[in-house]
């Protein structure tokens, strides 16, 4: 039922950074929630075949970039065609 109500989807991107990074930055729960929850998130990679994870301790433009480069070459890996390039 699951499957057919919810399906896997086609990309998962991960933005992660290490417990204690995060809790710095929010002062929400506790680091040792914060990285189970980094646990649990970082463990989808092994059921979703399109995973990819971003190291969000780079500077902002960093990350931005990476995000938009892993979707676009997914999709170009879907399509067959190649990714353009964004101007950075």
Same mark, same amino acid.
């Given at each position: 039922m699951l499957d057919r %109500? %919810?399906?896997r989807p086609d990309l998962v991107v991960c933005l992660?950074? &290490?417990?204690?990074?995060?809790f710095a930055r929010k002062a929400e729960g506790t680091?040792?929630?914060l990285e189970g929850r980094r646990r649990q998130y970082l463990a989808i990679e092994d059921v =979703?075949?399109?995973f990819v994870r971003i190291d969000v301790?780079? &500077?902002v433009e960093k990350?931005?970039?990476d995000v938009v480069d892993a979707i676009c070459g997914f999709?170009? /890996?879907? /399509?067959? /065609? =190649?990714a353009e390039t964004i101007p950075s």
């Open positions: %109500f %919810f399906p992660d950074a &290490p417990a204690e990074i995060l680091p040792e929630l =979703v075949p399109h301790t780079q &500077p990350v931005t970039q999709h170009a /890996s879907r /399509s067959g /065609s =190649v």
